[in-house]
């Protein structure tokens, strides 16, 4: 049977194996994208992309944070779902009012 460290090597290898094999596949997908819309004339606007003179939507949220997270992260409390650090928090029995700003 493989040791810890030999079987973490062959992940490892495999891994960086995985990433080359999706950056190929990827600048392939992208190839054929960019050939087919220069086929049929498509722009990325066209796409719903960006197009030069509009400036992309303001973030929704108006709610000034009043929470930071042990790393920094910034919560306005409002509803929805807690993000993880609060859900953290929580399960570990402390309270989120130790994190008041």
Do not use: C
């Amino acid at each position: 049977m493989a040791s810890y460290s030999e079987l973490m090597a062959q992940a490892q290898t495999l891994m960086a194996q995985a990433e080359q094999a999706r950056k190929d596949e990827l600048a392939s997908v992208i190839a054929d994208i960019k050939a087919k819309m220069k086929q049929f004339g498509i722009s990325v606007a066209d796409l719903g992309g960006a197009s030069g003179g509009k400036k992309p939507a303001k973030s929704k949220s108006v709610s000034a944070p009043k929470y930071r997270g042990p790393n920094g992260e910034l919560w306005a409390g409002g509803p929805g779902r807690k993000p993880e650090w609060v859900r953290a928090v929580l399960a570990s029995g402390k309270s989120v009012d130790d994190y008041l700003i």
